[in-house]
């Protein structure tokens, strides 16, 4: 492929309006201010910031659910910009999205093999026998069971719902996947379930990851590349390395330190710390 | 004498497939000025058994104890209304999601000073005095204007910070926090720890961490115990426990963490399970 970069963004801004009311004035909020990036095809970029800094909208943006105020956004060399064009089954199967909490993304009356069916549905021609056939394939690629088929959501733990989150992202072989927090409202034991499930899509299926965190240890262990937001602007972005060994933003520094750390020499540290 | 300690706990929930025992003969002690955490994924049990010792269970759970002791007070035979004196009081709790646990009817200055109209004999003008001290002590800006500020008005880590001046309200002698830090930002999350240990520290108060991030252990406690199913995997200080796990589990979860990955894949419990056998 002549392109090595499979995302382009740039310049990108949203700004919402926030009306008035009797005795306020209306006045917008930009919560995206001027991002501009590349990703890589097959590589994860991680965008880390705290509650309200942007990171999400950015999510929405990428996954045509928000359309941007101003600035571009370019998934395998196709413009998006839904404000003007409108969304097509072709940009749909481009990019999809794995949510946060995956007991408030799936529809609790809706078993499983429809929910892995309906991205196909909507986005293809495809027979029902070969819809269901696909849906099966999926179960056994993320680790469930064929029998989990019929089930509802209800009957599943977190983990084996996020699994379900994932497989339906994947259905129709999307070139890029953002993922918003996917692992925040799991166990670590379930966390590392969920990464690993991650590692081997990306290389069976060559996606690309936008990966949504606050986790620093999470960020360190499978991105690429870093990017750091605080109050909707990029205050840091380069290589995990050079993030990690020598983050430049202040902000930046105090994630690391905000970050707790496990390691025996810390922890003596501290220990000594409480006894003076 | 420890301030906490019970022996032999057992829990049982009536469901319709017969009895499930979530909590499974398992010991905990804690001393004053002492942080204990517990450890563990979900349904090891580590929040029904402090919920256990607060009475908070529903009629349908049957709890068991060799002893169940709180300063000498056996809180097994203890009548509801005596209960009601010991808890909110000499224990209390911080639950995971502060925005939940607080009304979203009254403000936040009327709710702290329930409690201590409540377990105390503060009345009218003191109890106002002593709202706005606890809110300066856990660090909430402009603490006279928030008395009349509502929930959600606060940011999350604001409304975790109210919850926290509730329960020191009445001096407790035992804090029990369960998941503090979950439903929060890493930055918020270290804050919040922070005042928590200190308060800890400053009035020597016993508290017991529920967590299940290994980071939040490593960053408060003295001793930890690991839970699994309903049972104690281990029980240890806290930097033995990372120098040198001894249960299997233990081990399983400390590799589990991202930052101690050493190749390509993250072990996972089931790995040890099957190696291990727990």
């Known amino acids: 492929m002549?392109?090595?970069?499979?995302?382009?963004?740039?310049?990108?801004?949203?700004?919402?309006?926030?009306?008035?009311?009797?005795?306020?004035?209306?006045?917008?909020?930009?919560?995206?201010?001027?991002?501009?990036f590349d990703v890589k095809r097959g590589s994860t970029l991680a965008v880390v910031g705290e509650s309200g800094c942007g990171k999400s909208t950015l999510a929405r943006m990428l996954t045509m659910i928000d359309a941007q105020s101003s600035g571009s956004i370019e998934i395998d060399g196709l413009s998006m910009d839904i404000a003007r064009t409108g969304i097509s089954r072709e940009m749909r199967q481009k990019v999809q999205i794995v949510f946060q909490n995956p007991y408030g993304s799936l529809n609790p009356r809706q078993k499983i093999g429809h929910v892995l069916e309906e991205p196909l549905l909507l986005n293809t021609d495809l027979p029902a026998a070969e819809r269901r056939d696909l849906a099966l394939q999926m179960l056994e690629k993320v680790g469930l069971q064929p029998e989990h088929y019929g089930r509802y959501p209800h009957m599943f733990s977190g983990g084996q719902r996020q699994r379900v989150a994932i497989a339906r992202a994947i259905m129709l072989q999307p070139k890029l996947l953002v993922l918003d927090e996917p692992v925040s409202a799991l166990d670590l034991s379930v966390q590392a379930q969920i990464l690993n499930l991650l590692a081997d899509l990306q290389d069976e299926m060559g996606l690309t990851y936008v990966f949504i965190s606050h986790d620093m240890s999470v960020v360190r262990y499978l991105a690429d590349k870093v990017m750091v937001m605080y109050f909707g602007e990029v205050v840091e972005y380069g290589t995990r390395d050079e993030v990690f060994d020598n983050p430049q933003h202040d902000y930046t520094k105090t994630l690391f330190a905000a970050t707790p750390k496990a390691d025996v020499e810390s922890i003596r540290k501290r220990l000594a710390a409480k006894a003076a | 004498m420890s301030l906490l300690e019970i022996r032999n706990l057992r829990v049982e929930f009536d469901t319709a497939k017969g009895p499930f025992r979530a909590l499974d003969g398992v010991d905990y002690t804690v001393d004053a000025g002492e942080v204990l955490a517990i450890v563990g994924e979900s349904g090891s049990g580590k929040s029904v058994a402090m919920l256990a010792t607060m009475g908070l269970l529903p009629d349908t759970a049957t709890i068991t104890a060799d002893k169940m002791d709180f300063e000498g007070i056996d809180l097994r035979t203890l009548s509801t209304k005596a209960r009601r004196k010991v808890i909110g009081k000499d224990i209390s709790m911080i639950f995971q999601e502060p925005i939940a646990s607080l009304n979203p009817c009254f403000a936040v200055g009327f709710q702290l000073g329930e409690t201590l109209k409540t377990h105390t004999g503060l009345r009218?003008?003191?109890?106002?005095?002593?709202?706005?001290?606890?809110?300066?002590?856990?660090?909430?800006?402009?603490?006279?204007?928030?008395?009349?500020?509502?929930?959600?008005?606060?940011?999350?880590?604001?409304?975790?910070?109210?919850?926290?001046?509730?329960?020191?309200?009445?001096?407790?002698?035992?804090?029990?926090?369960?998941?503090?830090?979950?439903?929060?930002?890493?930055?918020?999350?270290?804050?919040?720890?922070?005042?928590?240990?200190?308060?800890?520290?400053?009035?020597?108060?016993?508290?017991?961490?529920?967590?299940?991030?290994?980071?939040?252990?490593?960053?408060?406690?003295?001793?930890?115990?690991?839970?699994?199913?309903?049972?104690?995997?281990?029980?240890?200080?806290?930097?033995?426990?990372?120098?040198?796990?001894?249960?299997?589990?233990?081990?399983?979860?400390?590799?589990?963490?991202?930052?101690?990955?050493?190749?390509?894949?993250?072990?996972?419990?089931?790995?040890?399970?099957?190696?291990?056998?727990?």
């Open chain 1, 2 to 36: 002549s392109d090595d970069n499979i995302l382009k963004v740039r310049d990108l801004y949203r700004t919402y309006d926030i009306s008035g009311g009797m005795f306020r004035k209306g006045s917008t909020l930009t919560a995206v201010k001027g991002v501009s």
């Open chain 2, 124 to 278: 009218g003008r003191q109890v106002k005095d002593r709202v706005i001290e606890l809110l300066t002590s856990v660090g909430i800006p402009d603490p006279e204007g928030r008395i009349n500020a509502f929930p959600h008005q606060m940011s999350g880590g604001q409304c975790q910070r109210v919850m926290i001046a509730m329960a020191i309200a009445c001096q407790p002698k035992l804090l029990i926090a369960d998941e503090p830090t979950t439903a929060l930002d890493v930055t918020i999350q270290k804050q919040i720890l922070d005042l928590l240990v200190q308060l800890q520290q400053d009035s020597g108060m016993g508290l017991i961490m529920i967590t299940h991030d290994m980071g939040v252990v490593a960053e408060t406690a003295d001793r930890v115990i690991v839970q699994y199913k309903g049972r104690k995997m281990e029980e240890a200080d806290v930097l033995s426990l990372f120098e040198s796990p001894q249960n299997p589990y233990t081990k399983a979860l400390l590799s589990a963490l991202p930052e101690n990955a050493t190749g390509d894949r993250l072990p996972t419990v089931s790995d040890f399970a099957e190696a291990g056998g727990f």
